[in-house]
């Protein structure tokens, strides 16, 4: 199957299906669960769900030599490119930073050096993620195979080319690399300074430090509510990440005055109180609104309010403890009013907003840039890669935008 819809390539570019391409294609294993042998090793093992598309440093799970020996799971090079084959994650890719294994889930796609860059190969399926998921839930088949993958034909100028292009498609994701990084030692060490602080502080309920809302959803039949929106809206999925900053979906103004959702501002807190997501915290970097699965706290302070996004990440354990339902676990409004948080005096607040706030700062910035450089790659990989626009030319985008 063709990944590309352009129907003149430049003169020297061909077509070239993944199996050409690769030194070998393959899937992994997994060791049985009932021998504890073969896990707790130190080889890394990538699950389907840690494929993110981006570098895979490190893996929730690492087997031992003898689990691997014991199971359909093999060693995988470096720079090999997975991609998830089956289920929710389905397309999903990642790139080996170094030799890892995976389980059976995972294609493995073991680039020829002499033939491709494993860059562009990760970059031309990336591109084409909508058709692959497209073929993965087609009427006869719901997954993908190993077959379909190796058959699933690309774009190929010469390798120098391919090179040019990886290395400045590179240079925004490199550069997307350090900005997470960035942001999360900035939150790590705001963490710690909030440990410290919060050692010695007093506990108090915390509907009487802040304000709890709880969200809503406008009637989805009410198509004026949803059609042409402007305001941010989110559900709880959303709060499975440090920071939103993007909404789940728009709502108009009527649909948010005629519904149970309220305003948030950015640097509340919402946490998930019902279902897979019960228990998860985030950071908002948006003003946005929510539905009935999520709540949002804040206090007219703001240097307390980033304060509490810290007390409550502390106290969620208290909180899951509180959940009730046998098919769906949840906590209601009134549980998270009464969930005991520390509280700071003035002294030790004054310091949090001195030393933590910046680092907070530091990685909402961090994020909000990565919003900006993935809308500059996602906008220069289909010309790159079907040859509209050249090297040189995309080159000098690139460096403004990652000055």
Known sequence: MRLFAANILPPDWKVTSIEKLC???TSGGTPSRRQSSYYNGDIPWVKTQELRDCWIVDTEEHLTEVGLRNSS????????????????????????????????????????????????????????????????????????????????????????E?????????????????NRRVAELSFELAQCLYVEASASASKLPLMSVGSVVLGGTPDRKNKTFWSNGTVAWINSGAANQDVILEASELITVEGLARSAAKMMPAGATVIAITGATLGQVSLLGIPTSGNQ?????????????????????????????????????????????ELLVTVPDAR??????????PLITKSVTSLKENLALRSLRDTLLP???????????A?????????
């Open 23 to 25: 030194e070998r294609v």
């Open 73 to 160: 799971a093999k060693i995988l090079p470096q720079h090999t490119i997975l991609m998830a084959m089956y289920g929710a994650t389905v397309g999903r890719l990642g790139i080996l930073i170094k030799p890892m294994t995976c389980n059976q889930a995972a294609c493995a796609m073991i680039v020829d050096a002499n033939v491709a860059d494993y860059r562009y190969v990760y970059y031309q399926l990336l591109l084409a993620r909508p058709q692959i998921f497209d073929l993965a839930n087609g009427a006869a088949q719901q997954n993908l195979s190993g077959a379909t993958i190796k058959s699933l034909e690309l774009p190929l100028p010469p390798l120098p």
């Open 162 to 178: 391919q090179l040019g292009i990886s290395a400045t498609l590179g240079a925004i994701d490199d550069k997307i690399e350090s």
């Open 293 to 337: 699965s999520v709540v949002g706290v804040w206090a007219e302070d703001e240097n307390l309010t980033s304060w509490l996004h810290f007390a409550i990440r502390a106290a969620i354990p208290e909180l899951i403890g509180s959940a009730t339902g046998a098919a769906q676990q949840h906590v209601n409004k009134k549980n998270v009013e």
């Open 348 to 357: 030790t607040l004054s310091l949090w907003a001195t030393l933590a706030i």
């Open 383 to 393: 010309e790159l890669l079907s040859g509209r626009i050249r090297v040189p030319e």
């Open 395 to 403: 080159f000098e985008v690139v460096r403004e935008g990652v000055a």
